[in-house]
């Protein structure tokens, strides 16, 4: 059993409480290896911005959970070496199973994801109790799911998205004693959240996605007051990026993501935590893309992976200065 504490992280609550009272959210940036982990960790120093670090159970089977446990320990360090000590959340997302989350919370997960939106409500509430129990004797929180958003992103698939009902949240709070509740409004996860046929286009030509449903969070709000919500699937997938990976030989295609301006919003809410994982996947393949493409003759992993790098720390510091308002918070 290794506590997340002494590896020097922290849970989310704190700091999703101070990110509810300031009005901004905290940034969720997914990771599977150690490039993406130094760019978000450079990004949220050089910002001065909390962060979570966010593994996805296929993340956890392809990085390994002991290595992860040690580039978790690395991560506070190198934040520390920058200049920073900036508040490090680990944290599961899409916890599937009470084992999943039981084995995350023992190689010092700071916070688990048990995500029983799939099941009928009971059972969904009998889970994430159970996990709740479980894990605050560690003093690891918990973030529950109601809702189902659709798309595509690792070992999380569905069809469709069924959203949120308002009258369910105050019931499934009280009754789990989750930390932390994601809600479906309209976001979706993957690059192609929306087929062409659902948006409209604007003057540009540009595809518009239909608008989140802020009625839903609003109703959410009213009944559990103060409470941090947590938004998954909410990239925007930049179309520059899109743009420069099917210029240099991908097949991207009707990629739509969420607009900032309405993530920007929901950062000013209840909304506490927004997960960011596709706009990162998007960026880091366009520059190892372009540098491939332009250097045909490159077999140096650092000279593709390092432009990706920074690439996405890029990417990650516009996201948390002017979408998630996170700067200056740590």
């Known amino acids: 059993m290794v506590s997340f504490k002494e590896i020097g992280l922290v849970n989310s609550r704190e700091i ?8 901004y959210a905290i940034p969720a940036f997914n990771f599977n290896n150690m490039e993406q982990m130094q760019a978000i960790i450079q ?45 490090i959340v680990l944290h599961l997302d899409h916890g599937d199973s009470f084992e999943l989350c039981k084995s995350c919370i023992e190689f010092g997960f700071s916070s688990v994801m ?22 605050h004797q560690f003093d690891v929180t918990v973030e529950g799911e109601l809702g189902v958003l659709a798309g595509v992103e690792d070992d999380v698939v569905a069809e469709k998205s069924n959203y949120t ?20 409004i309209g976001t979706s996860h993957g690059a192609n959240k929306f087929k062409p046929e659902q948006c409209t286009r604007d003057a540009n030509g ?6 989140l449903r802020f009625d839903i969070l609003e109703e959410i709000e009213k009944r559990i007051p103060g409470f941090p919500i947590v938004l998954h699937g909410s990239s925007s997938v930049p179309q520059d ?22 993530l920007r919003q929901a950062a000013k809410s209840a909304v506490c935590k927004v997960n960011i994982d596709s706009d990162g996947r998007l960026a880091m393949t366009a520059a190892v893309r372009e540098v491939l493409a332009n250097s045909p003759a490159e077999f140096d992993p650092r000279k593709y ?19 998630l308002g996170s700067d200056n918070k740590a």
């Not at 392809?62 to 000590?85: D, I, P, W």
């Not at 369910?168 to 994601?182: H, N, Q, R």
């Open 241 to 262: 990026q899109v743009a420069k990976i099917n210029q240099y030989g991908g097949a991207i295609k009707d990629a739509v993501g969420i607009p900032e301006d309405q």
């Open 305 to 323: 992976l390092g432009p990706a790098r920074d690439s996405l720390k890029n990417l990650y510091m516009h996201k948390v200065k002017n979408v």
């Open 114 to 135: 048990i995500d029983g939106s799939h099941l009928p409500y009971d059972q969904n509430v009998e889970l994430t109790k159970k996990v709740v129990e479980y894990a």
């Open 165 to 184: 009902r308002p009258e369910e949240v105050e019931d499934f709070v009280k009754k789990t004693g989750v930390d932390s509740l994601a809600i479906s």
């Open 43 to 87: 990004a949220c120093v050089e910002t001065k911005s909390p962060v979570i670090l966010q593994i996805s159970s296929g993340a956890r089977k392809y990085a390994n959970q002991t290595l992860l446990r040690y580039m978790a320990q690395g991560a506070v360090e190198y934040a520390k070496e920058l200049g920073c000590n900036i508040p």
């Open 206 to 211: 540009v595809l518009l996605p239909p608008p």
């Open 16 to 23: 999703f409480a101070k990110a509810f009272n300031g009005r």
